[in-house]
């Protein structure tokens, strides 16, 4: 049940902000909205505000945004708040909007774990003293940068891990600099509960919100290269190709739920990027073909027959639900295999 929840709450976020971003976009620039919905198929509940209808639906698979002009069947649009009688710019703006909404999302939740949990510090550098322990005890401080054990240089903090661990109850020196001085201590490590010694130091850090957004927006755009050159590597045929439908997403998540609420927000980051960047591939339905008939648009001086254009993302729509068919039976098949690929 659990994992339930936690699948809905994933969803239902990374939805509704792609499709706040349309929405708020559209409305900003005065297109007329019918309709924000959550979800497809039948209505669940909803109302009607300022002439939207605001609905949350049965399958929890997609959102959308119904705006004033974009079919061209209908019939009656107020002149002036129709989408195609906003400039190119302007609708490119509403397009685009729900995918970089996404990257904002993405940055935000970075930030509330830094804020909350904390963002290691680079290096070799203490960024806190648990009270009592032999390292506050031998006079190790926060914003101390450890720079040998035992006589040996420590160059990052997985070798700080392991040097400590192999020396239970042995008096350890340590050298550590602070304002640029060296100053020698000694330090015996301890059994910790799991049985690993330890002295007392972490490299997590607690961010203020400006530090901590700023950094989530830095890990965030990190991500997006690292993502996207993974997917060059992928179409030459440097990696192989691993695409993840929704099955593969409920058995993170429900990975996620088992190690905690900040490694499930880490998660609903990862996979808020990755939608955003798939919306902007240009791929019939997505928003990235929309963006690209746009551009087609300003380059013209004139719009692509939308009837023409309809078909296409009716056809684009069909393939992506064959591929979320093929991705979803690879998903299954792994699980009752071997598990996720790429899982331990």
């Avoid at 929840?5 to 976020?13: G, H, K, P």
Wanted: zero cysteines.
């Amino acid at each position: 049940m659990a994992t339930f929840w936690a699948s809905i709450f994933v969803f239902a976020i990374l939805i509704f902000f792609h499709e706040l971003g349309h929405f708020a976009v559209a409305k900003a620039v005065g297109i007329k909205v019918h309709e924000f919905s959550l979800g497809f198929g039948p209505k669940l509940f909803g109302q009607n505000r300022a002439n939207t209808d605001y609905n949350v639906r049965l399958i929890p698979l997609g959102g959308y945004v119904r705006m004033a002009g974009m079919d061209p069947e209908e019939e009656e649009v107020e002149e002036g708040k129709g989408f195609n009688d906003k400039t190119v710019l302007q609708r490119v703006a509403v397009i685009i909007a729900g995918p970089l909404m996404n990257f904002l999302l993405a940055a935000v939740l970075m930030a509330i774990i830094f804020m909350l949990q904390g963002m290691p510090v680079q290096g070799t550098t203490v960024a806190g003293v648990l009270p009592g322990q032999p390292a506050e005890q031998a006079g190790i401080r926060a914003g101390d940068q450890i720079y040998s054990i035992a006589g040996e240089k420590m160059d990052d903090w997985e070798e700080i891990i392991s040097t400590i661990s192999s020396r239970p109850g042995q008096p350890t020196d340590f050298v550590v600099i602070r304002d640029e001085q060296r100053i020698e201590l000694t330090v015996t490590p301890i059994k910790g509960e799991e049985g690993r010694a330890m002295i007392g130091i972490t490299r997590v850090q607690k961010l203020n919100p400006l530090a901590a957004l700023v950094n989530g927006v830095k890990l965030t755009s990190q991500v997006i290269v690292l993502i996207l050159s993974f997917v060059g590597q992928m179409i030459v045929g440097q990696a192989p190709a691993d695409l993840g439908g929704p099955v593969r997403m409920v058995w993170e998540i429900d990975r996620a739920v088992d190690t905690g609420f900040y490694y499930l927000l880490q998660l609903a980051a990862f996979l808020s990027i990755n939608l955003g960047l798939f919306n902007l591939f240009p791929i019939p339905a997505l928003d990235g073909s929309r963006i690209m008939f746009l551009g087609l648009e300003g380059l013209r001086g004139r719009p692509v027959d939308p009837s023409k254009e309809n078909f296409i993302h009716m056809v684009g729509f069909g393939l992506l639900l064959l591929l979320v068919v093929f991705v979803t039976y690879n998903d299954v098949l792994q699980l009752f295999t071997q598990g996720p690929q790429g899982s331990p």
